[in-house]
């Protein structure tokens, strides 16, 4: 009987394959049509094909750091990763330990293209595998039954959409069946190796969703535990309970190399604020017309990422599951109405979105566990049609018209519905027609699924219905991927400067590409990757930065003392024509043409680590104004949580002192409003594309600030695009956009003050044009035009740094160009404040002259520590925070689950 089980089971993954790979073929062969790649132009190429090619180079280098120089102390810092990060940390996320993205330890750079539009079509061919297992350890499903349930799972809305966009977004789809299975393997047969294992893959491949993952697998489990009928004392269900935590422990623990480094990367992270966002009560009314339609039909772009997209049959199988069973599966029909009412409310209210993620936004990207449930519910659907008696068909047949009544009445208006509800239709051949044998009724179920998950895929890809190929990068060879990718803003750099790669040098500029520097591992001012860096999230607010969020931004909004401060020596303009240099910022000058880019140099740079012969505090630097901040950390460095084991003598800086400050506040007045009605701090706009002018008289050759004070926006959209114009004396127009983000916003970074450069001109500015995008009130506490002037700026810019840092060295792997050391030497000419222009991370150790110390957070984002008079050799170590310790506990759980395994072996050999 177990022979022809297994052989039933490897028939079913055949078979599987089979239909997987044709239907595969028919769901995205529309972008082969369109001439397009699988690669989705905004978060797959900005982000995750970035991140895979740079994991490999890294694991390259890792084998190439202990088999060539016979090391074991492995660089892990990336200096390309925004101002400069932990690689293991911030691509976790993206690349980092999930098993499917080591073979790009063997690719090159280039074949990266290939094997990421390879691993698109394979996560959901094995989640649909996963669902297959699942099915396998349960009650004994029909082949056709398995298929339908498997299909459905394999081509539900999160891979048709979400999974496109973000590919990693369908790994949790593999897991959660497993787990599943897992905890049905040891309650049924007390073994516990598939549980842990899925719960160590769960943890390595993605710590967001193995969040999501932990409390999911905690309601099963108890859910499972008290409906299974295993247990007739709640005593040993509760002692079940405890050895699942116990088990689940195990295998976060041999995680913990990977995990737990993450934990403590995401403990700084500014898109982790608990409690900063808003939460609704409800969502709005179209959230809920899309959803009744996205259960049974493909949707585009669902709101707050809620993607079901099933087919037609999960109607039914909704209902099936609430007629009445056979004595013998009460405990599965219970076990499946509390998880289908659990699930559902959850996808209702908002606050199970904001739990689900870890109280940080509301979205609902758990949603893979709802496409899950209602696969099963489809297997369970088709494998008892045969045996519905009248009732039970009539209750589904009636619920279904009432849902489809509703849907159509009140539902969104889409056209993607009706193919479905012709399959729904035809459905009811096989439920009420009892003479159809039951393989053909299966059969025909599964049909009928293939046809559904067909009319989705064209309803999502076709180029005359959802065309979402359209945002997709045009199909291309390795060849021509590698040039995309390396032909950017860096290779302008890398041809002209004379940095070489062992040399540190950072930079910014006008349209960068999103993550360019990760491939030549260069610092610079733009960054967009999930896991940021709080210091430097604190840094721009500190400044009144206007950029787009904490963990997506391009630079310092091209104001002059910002980048002096952080060192930044380069700016790289992608069109260099007139109406681009506009907005160069002051002190930088042309230094080299490279096809259509300008590149222009700050000569008065202090690049890698410089001294100050004055320090302030924190609680100083905060009473100051934004514009006064910047100005006086040109004269002293801002010193946080000082270590008084280092003696030395330096002066404090004193923020009372006008002679700091050089910024000038002139008066406005409305010269002409369209659209808007203004009171008091508060802007009414009455239409869109509203604009306010503001007339003064500028001061010349001074930057030009608009400063808008705790700005807050209430419009029917959860972000507002203001834009912010003036025109140059020369007719070149400068246009800032403030990115404002509700608190409703999954974006929202808690940001409220704004400072618009307007950029530098010789002359006095005379005009500001505000637009508001959309209706709505906008209110603030002030709103200031501030001259910035240059002149002493550029006095006092070859004192900026008492002494720069020299003879630096990043001392590269040569394969993955990360490091763990940095070197340099410094020689004040008396006690002095060293800022290094790394960001702040606990992983850094620093030695002067051999002495160990533990950096200090200087400048509110970069390292520091105080040094004596005279010349000091000066030594940056890194080590990921947590590593150690993971390695540690990784090799206690691993020692757990041996002895585990021993004493499970012995109890057997004990039985028999």
């Not at 082949?143 to 048709?160: D, E, K, N, Q, T």
């Not at 609430?322 to 599965?332: H, L, R, S």
Request: proline share 4%; hydrophobic share 40%.
């Amino acid at each position: 009987m177990k022979k022809k089980s297994t052989q039933t089971n490897k028939a079913g993954y055949i078979l599987f394959t089979i239909l997987y790979f044709a239907m595969a073929i028919l769901v995205w062969g529309w972008f082969v049509k369109s001439g397009k790649s699988l690669i989705n132009s905004s978060d797959a190429f900005e982000q995750h094909i970035n991140a895979l090619a740079k994991y490999g180079r890294y694991l390259r280098g890792v084998m190439y750091r202990i088999f060539v120089e016979h090391k074991l102390s492995i660089q892990n810092y990336d200096l390309g990763i925004g101002y400069g990060a932990d690689f293991l940390t911030s691509m976790q996320y993206y690349a980092v330990g999930d098993p499917l993205n080591l073979p790009a330890a063997f690719l090159p750079s280039k074949y990266i293209y290939y094997y990421f539009q390879f691993l698109i079509v394979l996560r959901p061919y094995l989640a649909g595998l996963s669902f297959l297992l699942l099915a396998s350890e349960s009650r004994k499903f029909s082949l056709s039954s398995r298929l339908s349930g498997a299909l459905s799972y394999s081509f539900c809305g999160i891979v048709l959409f979400i999974g496109m966009w973000n590919p990693q977004f369908v790994q949790p789809m593999i897991c959660l069946p497993l787990l599943i299975y897992g905890v049905r393997k040891y309650v049924n047969e007390r073994k516990f190796m598939p549980f842990v294992l899925a719960t160590l893959l769960s943890a390595v491949s993605n710590f967001y969703f193995f969040y999501m993952l932990v409390l999911m697998i905690m309601v099963y489990a108890i859910i499972y535990i008290f409906t299974s009928g295993h247990f007739e004392k709640r005593a040993e269900a509760f002692k079940c309970i405890a050895e699942f935590l116990g088990l689940g422990i195990i295998g976060t623990l041999i995680s913990m190399p990977i995990l737990l480094p993450v934990i403590i990367a995401f403990i700084s992270n500014p898109r982790a604020g608990l409690g900063s966002h808003a939460v609704p009560v409800l969502y709005s009314t179209e959230y809920y017309k899309e959803l009744l339609v996205s259960l049974l039909s493909y949707k585009y772009f669902p709101k707050y990422d809620t993607v079901i997209s099933m087919t037609f049959i999960a109607l039914p199988a909704i209902f099936e599951v609430f007629t009445k069973a056979n004595d013998d599966e009460k405990g599965d029909a219970i076990r499946f109405r509390i998880l289908a009412v659990l699930t559902t409310v959850m996808l209702l209210v908002p606050v199970a979105g904001y739990v689900m993620t870890g109280f940080s936004y509301t979205i609902n990207r758990w949603s893979f566990a709802y496409c899950l449930l209602l696969s099963y519910m489809i297997m369970l659907l088709s494998e008892k049609m045969t045996e519905f008696n009248v009732k039970a068909k009539l209750i589904i047949t009636a619920c279904s018209i009432v849902y489809v009544i509703v849907m159509l009445t009140v539902g969104e208006k889409s056209v993607n519905v009706y193919p479905q509800l012709v399959l729904l239709a035809l459905l009811l051949i096989p439920l009420y027609i009892n003479k159809i044998p039951e393989a053909i009724r299966r059969g025909s179920v599964l049909l009928l699924v293939i046809l559904g998950v067909l009319q989705n895929g064209y309803a999502a890809n076709a180029p005359e219905a959802g065309n979402l190929p359209s945002g997709y990068v045009d199909k291309m060879t390795p060849e021509e991927y590698e040039e995309l990718v390396m032909n950017t803003e860096l290779r302008a750099l890398s041809e002209t400067v004379p940095e070489a790669q062992n040399n540190y040098y950072s930079y910014s500029g006008r349209n960068l590409n999103w993550n360019a520097s990760l491939p030549y591992s260069v610092p610079s001012t733009q960054f967009y990757f999930s896991l940021a860096n709080g210091a430097v999230s604190d840094f721009m607010e500190s400044l009144a930065v206007n950029e787009m969020s904490n963990f997506s931004f391009f630079g310092l909004d091209d104001r002059a003392m910002p980048l002096n401060i952080a060192g930044v020596k380069y700016y790289s303009l992608r069109y260099n024509n007139e109406q681009e240099q506009a907005y160069i910022p002051y002190g930088f000058h042309p230094f080299a043409e490279w096809y259509n880019f300008g590149i222009y140099s700050n000569d008065s740079a202090p690049a890698l680590g410089y001294t100050k012969n004055q320090v302030l505090s924190r609680d100083d630097y905060d009473k100051l104004t934004p514009v006064q901040r910047q100005q006086v950390m040109l004269y002293g460095a801002v010193r946080e949580k000082e270590n008084d084991d280092v003696p030395c003598e330096i002066s404090n800086l004193d923020i009372n002192d006008q002679s700091y400050f050089s910024d000038e506040t002139v008066q406005y007045e409305v010269l002409e409003k369209h659209g808007v009605k203004i009171k008091d701090h508060e802007f009414v706009v009455k239409k869109q594309n509203a604009t306010v002018t503001l007339a003064f008289s500028g001061v010349p050759e001074s930057e030009t600030y608009l400063y808008i004070k705790n700005l807050n926006c209430k419009t029917p959209y959860d972000a507002a695009n203001i834009t912010v114009s003036t025109d140059t004396p020369e007719n070149r127009q400068i246009t800032k956009t403030i990115a404002f983000k509700t608190p409703y916003s999954q974006f929202y970074s808690g940001w409220h003050d704004y400072i618009v450069n307007l950029c530098y001109s010789d002359e006095g500015r005379s005009r500001i044009t505000i637009t508001f995008p959309d209706k709505g009130s906008y209110t603030y506490d002030d709103l200031q035009i501030i001259c910035q002037k240059m002149q002493a700026y550029s006095e006092h810019m070859g004192e900026f740094a008492s002494e720069t840092m020299r003879d630096n060295a990043l001392h590269r792997n040569q394969m993955s160009l990360m490091t763990n050391e940095i070197t340099g030497t410094v020689s004040p000419a008396q006690d002095s404040y060293l800022v290094i222009n790394i960001p702040y991370d606990k992983g850094w150790t620093i030695y002067v002259d051999g002495e160990k110390r533990t950096p200090e957070k200087a400048n509110i984002m970069f390292l520091g520590t105080p040094v004596t008079e005279g010349t000091h050799n000066i030594v940056l170590r890194y080590h990921t925070p947590g590593l150690l310790m993971g390695l540690v506990l990784a090799i206690g759980g691993i020692a757990i689950l041996i002895i585990l395994t021993v004493m499970e072996k012995k109890k057997r050999a004990g039985r028999e």
